[in-house]
T-cell receptor
């Protein structure tokens, strides 16, 4: 089945700097890659997703890139703000895991003022 | 649209008791997924259900855990004879079509504490 690896597990950046979180997946047939943000004690919320027919997608300060050949995808947050502090999860779906989303282990992002 | 509703938000059970967690999907969604999140860890898939059917239960422990999604009413995750290791946050998510690429909406979770 699908396996998703996520790095780093913790990340601290200065407010205003950029943050990058990287993930790899194992099932080459996976074709949908969402990213979720989870604030302390709250539900995971979808912030952006990308499908395998595109290589990059951007939404204001957030962008995702996908390299299907290498089976890795990344989340980029620019001009970080205090409210970006949270745990971020990458995920993959499709292929043999079709019908369920498999999550990475999460990255705890802290924004230093 | 009330979103995905889970109850109770917090549940305390003594070892050996039963825990029942309920999830009502978003209006118009007929696909439900249950995930478990241990403290400081990620979301682990447990089970995927459609109305009256279990589609994929590959992540659910074989013993003590069961799930259902009846024709009427919410989806239920049931844990019998709870142990300390069952303490976790249990999240339910729903989707509209269940197809690949269909995004999930999560509920607020049920935090189970076994004492």
């Amino acid at each position: 089945g699908e396996n998703v690896e996520q790095h780093p597990s913790t990340l601290s950046v200065q407010e205003g700097d950029s943050a990058v979180i990287k993930c790899t997946y194992s099932d080459s047939a996976s074709n949908y890659f969402p990213w979720y943000k989870q604030e302390l004690g709250k539900r995971p919320q979808l912030i952006i997703d990308i499908r395998s027919n595109v290589g990059e997608k951007k939404d204001q300060r957030i962008a995702v890139t996908l390299n299907k050949t290498a089976k890795h995808f990344s989340l980029h947050i620019t001009e970080t703000q205090p409210e970006d502090s949270a745990v971020y999860f990458c995920a993959a779906e499709g292929g043999s895991s079709a019908s369920k989303i498999i999550f990475g282990s999460g990255t705890r992002l802290s924004i230093r003022p | 649209n009330a979103g995905v509703m889970q109850n109770p938000r917090h549940l305390v059970r003594r070892r050996g008791q039963e825990a029942r967690l309920r999830c009502s999907p978003m209006k118009g969604h007929s696909h439900v997924y249950w995930y478990r999140q241990l403290p400081e860890e990620g979301l682990k898939f447990m089970v995927y259900l459609q109305k009256e059917n279990i589609i994929d239960e590959s992540g659910m422990p074989k013993e003590r855990f069961s799930a259902e999604f009846p024709k009427e009413g919410p989806s239920i995750l049931r844990i019998q004879q709870v142990v300390r290791g069952d303490s976790a946050a249990y999240f339910c998510a729903s989707s509209e079509t269940g197809g690949a690429g269909d995004s999930y909406t999560f509920g607020s979770g049920t935090r189970l504490t076994v004492v």
